[in-house]
């Protein structure tokens, strides 16, 4: 049975909640066949945030579960690409 299941991202993913979204990544992982991320409002996020994408999407490649992003954000993009993480983030 295919369960998709879409993660909505706030304005902001940071080290002040990325516990909070590794739960709702952990459990999203958990309980589906495929994952998508609509990142369209999210406007700032940190180092922290990105590792928790760049981890996840690893999570998912790893458990054989697509993981598609929904309207990246240019904040978004911009930060995975300058720490470098754009192909482990987006791919």
């Keep these: 049975m295919t ?24 459990e999203v992982l958990q309980g589906s066949s495929s994952v998508q991320v609509n990142a369209g ?3 700032r996020v940190d180092t922290a945030g990105i590792q928790l994408f760049a981890v996840a999407a690893m999570a998912a490649k790893a458990a054989g579960k697509p993981l598609s992003w929904q309207r990246p954000s240019d904040a978004l993009k ?5 720490l470098g993480l754009t192909q482990i983030v987006f791919n």
């Design 3 to 26: 369960v998709e299941m879409t993660l909505e991202l706030p304005e902001e993913v940071s080290i002040e909640n990325v516990c909070e979204w590794k739960e709702k990544f952990t």
């Design 78 to 82: 911009d930060t995975v690409a300058q």
């Design 41 to 43: 409002a999210l406007s």
